[in-house]
């Protein structure tokens, strides 16, 4: 259902950037709205980490992850995209660039920190490709070298958004956590179960982590369905986002 429902709409085309700073639809009003909020969030220079979450794969993790990271550029802000999803590497696809020499390269001592960060062909944008397969998540995420690659780019950097795998599928967001200061999660209207919501959000408390925001996706305006989670539609950022635990 809720893929016919993007089809149906060009302004939906998954898998792709459709951030346009010149445009003001409601899609780029929207991905503008959640960047505001990350702007403000951002005021604060020791919180820059974003972990991009849902409860399960599809919910458009990645593409809320690179439309951000393309909206937050054009607002002048050095930006990079991290693929932590090492099963689902998705990231490097939008900007049409090839999985290879990434992430996984550098860990493995293959490549030095500069060849795993990539410029894209937008303002201010990077991305940090998955690169070489990784086998042990957790073993990595918890590694010094992979604290201290996070530590650089909170140093290079504006925004940090790591791309990560759903909550119900692995633990590794228990790890990723670790590295961020917080986590945009994403909810696909009309596609993910409400008991699969509150599970995830649930295991996030529970571990202390902090939701800063919550994005609905798969949202259409031409529909009158606005899931039966939460009341609202396309970005959405919470009251009191950095307050909740
Ligand atoms: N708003 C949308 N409308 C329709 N399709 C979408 C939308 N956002 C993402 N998609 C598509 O849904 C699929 C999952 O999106 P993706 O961002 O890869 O999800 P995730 O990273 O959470 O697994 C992709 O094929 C993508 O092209
Ligand atoms: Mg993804």
């Keep these: 259902m809720s893929s016919k429902l993007g089809?149906?709409?060009k302004l939906l085309r998954g898998d792709s950037i459709v951030y346009d700073v010149n445009n003001h639809?409601?899609?780029n009003e929207s991905i503008n709205r959640?960047?505001?909020n990350i702007l403000y969030w951002g005021l604060d220079k020791d919180r820059k980490v974003i972990q991009i979450e849902s409860s399960v794969s599809g919910e458009a993790k990645?593409?809320?992850a690179v439309n951000?990271?393309?909206a937050l550029g054009a607002s002048g802000k050095k930006v990079?995209?991290?693929d932590l999803d090492f099963r689902k590497p998705r990231v490097h696809r939008p900007f049409l660039i090839e999985n290879v020499g990434g992430l996984g390269d550098y860990l493995l001592d293959k490549i030095p920190f500069e060849k795993a960060i990539k410029k894209t062909s937008y303002d201010n944008v990077y991305i940090c490709n998955r690169g070489s397969s990784i086998q042990s998540s957790s073993f990595i995420l918890t590694s010094e070298k992979m604290s201290d690659f996070i530590k650089h780019l909170?140093?290079?950097f504006d925004f940090v958004l790591l791309d990560s795998p759903p909550v119900l599928m692995i633990s590794d967001y228990i790890h990723i956590a670790r590295l961020s200061d917080g986590v945009v999660f994403n909810v696909a209207s009309g596609k993910t179960k409400k008991n699969q919501v509150k599970e995830a959000i649930n295991l996030l408390k529970m571990n202390n982590i902090k939701i800063i925001g919550a994005v609905f996706t798969f949202y259409n305006p031409d529909s009158s369905y606005r899931g039966d989670y939460y009341g609202y539609g396309k970005y959405y950022y919470n009251k009191g986002y950095g307050d909740e635990k």
């Design 7 to 9: 089809k149906k709409n």
């Design 25 to 27: 639809n409601w899609v």
């Design 34 to 36: 959640l960047k505001d």
């Design 62 to 64: 990645t593409t809320t």
């Design 68 to 70: 951000l990271a393309v």
């Design 80 to 82: 990079i995209v991290v």
């Design 154 to 156: 909170r140093e290079e």
